[in-house]
């Protein structure tokens, strides 16, 4: 995009990360109480891709197919949905990612030499479902070595809250998953927690008073956007990830509803007279023809805005370490002309060409990757009730360029869930993210390994 595109918005961002410098500065003279009882919080916002350096590729090998009694071969095992990621004591590094068809968890292994990632990771073995509804669409692991996922039907026309998360410990025996039960959250969309977890930093909690451990959300468009609603940009809630010891209901009529406090979210309007938040986009290199709510076809300065085709499957992960802590999120922005509808030309202007052959509720000519990052003490600020979850922008957007890979990708509907995990490990310091089945490079998904600043 040329430099001359990236105007006020820009500029917000830069001053904003002086602002935040300046923030730090000034809490490093106040008491260590305040500062956070594990260590003063010295962190700056981390940037891409200065503060990450790349350590290698693991292509995820194949898996053998699963098979029916009598020995035959079922489902297709198309992999690459959602990923956890567990550094073992021998160096190795355990993989969990979950599969299409059937749902089930799917757990291979790779080591690195020297630091560095290459070649193919091993297949080890089918963990079996974790208790889902829906589609399954996130993983993480806990401190306990439990696998936590994040699930919801795509198509949700329900205004209701429903269940999207579940927990299973894994029985060291037999290496299979023991259900621990399945939750909502209270008070939240549904539509706004179905994307992934990831772990909040103790220091931040306890800065803000906040008693939760963890951040429930990310975004997307999941159908009928205005039910639950949707999100119009990433979105995430801070709640108590359950334990062994807590009772919640493992049925899916009426799980423990769990407490959570927003922290970031632009709930969804149709209003066209009312011009609700949503998230701002560097990135203006769209037209849109949905025609739903107040935003414009097509923006000439920036900043443009989110689209409802714009993705985030697990797409945000906390990164946290002594030199940088911010909360990262991985989407993939939709470009050219972006439309609801089957092949027929959308009815507002401008008009888009559409796809011969083709039908779907979301289309779009181009996406590509970018790189979303926001301050912690933005998030903070919501949480304790300095200002709303719909006034909090990226700090930084930057697009995401992975070696080996060609974008702009294939459009909506032709290539579709690219990114389909992003996790952080800070026992390694290392940020892994995961493509699924692009035509740029191996047809198996790949996760790309990032060691983070010191």
């Not at 930093?201 to 800065?207: F, K, L, N, Q």
């Not at 975004?219 to 205005?226: F, K, V």
């Not at 900043?303 to 985030?312: I, K, M, S, V």
């Not at 579709?416 to 026992?427: K, Q």
């Amino acid at each position: 995009m040329p430099e001359t595109s990236r105007t006020s918005l820009e500029g917000d961002l830069r001053s904003h990360r002086w602002t935040s410098k300046i923030r730090i500065a000034l809490l490093l003279t106040l008491p260590l109480s305040f500062a956070g009882v594990e260590r003063a919080h010295a962190q700056v916002v981390p940037q891409w891709p200065t503060d990450f350096t790349y350590v290698g590729r693991t292509v995820l090998a194949s898996a053998p197919y699963p098979r029916d009694r009598f020995g035959l071969p079922t489902g297709d095992f198309r992999f690459g949905k959602g990923l956890a990621i567990h550094r073992e004591a021998n160096g190795s590094f355990s993989i969990y990612v979950g599969s299409w068809n059937p749902q089930v968890v799917l757990k291979w292994t790779t080591t690195p030499v020297n630091g560095v990632f290459s070649g193919n990771a091993g297949f080890v073995r089918a963990m079996g479902s974790l208790p889902y509804q829906g589609e399954l669409i996130g993983l993480y692991m806990d401190r306990t070595g439990a696998l936590v996922g994040s699930f919801n039907s795509t198509y949700d026309a329900d205004w209701s809250i429903a269940v999207t998360l579940s927990r299973a410990s894994i029985d060291p025996t037999t290496s299979r998953f023991v259900p621990k039960g399945s939750f909502r959250f209270a008070n939240r969309s549904d539509k706004m927690t179905m994307g992934g977890v990831t772990a909040v930093p103790a220091w931040w909690r306890t800065r803000y008073g906040q008693t939760c451990n963890a951040l429930a959300g990310w975004g997307g468009y999941w159908s009928a956007i205005e039910r639950g609603p949707v999100s119009m940009g990433p979105a995430a809630t801070c709640f108590t990830l359950p334990t062994d010891a807590d009772n919640i209901n493992a049925g899916y009529t009426s799980p423990k509803a769990v407490a959570n406090r927003p922290v970031l979210g632009f709930p969804f309007s149709s209003s066209k007279t009312i011009h609700t938040a949503a998230t701002k986009r560097i990135n203006m290199n769209y037209w849109q023809t949905y025609g739903w709510g107040w935003w414009p076809s097509k923006v000439t300065s920036s900043p443009g805005w989110w689209n409802p085709g714009d993705w985030l499957y697990q797409g945000c992960t906390w990164v946290d370490n002594t030199a940088v802590s911010g909360l990262m999120c991985f989407p993939l922005l939709q470009e050219g002309c972006n439309w609801y509808g089957s092949t027929a030309t959308p009815p507002l202007s401008p008009p888009c060409n559409a796809t011969p052959g083709k039908a779907a509720a979301l289309n779009s000519k181009k996406q590509s990757p970018w790189v979303f990052i926001y301050d912690p003490d933005d998030l903070g600020e919501v949480a304790n009730g300095q200002r709303s979850q719909s006034s909090v922008q990226p700090v930084s957007q930057v697009p995401l360029r992975l070696p080996g890979v060609t974008v702009p990708f294939p459009g909506l509907p032709d290539t579709n869930h690219i990114i389909t995990g992003v996790t952080y490990d800070a026992a390694s310091n290392l940020l892994a993210i995961v493509l699924r089945n692009t035509s740029t490079i191996s047809t198996r998904p790949a996760i790309y390994w990032y060691r983070v600043v010191k």
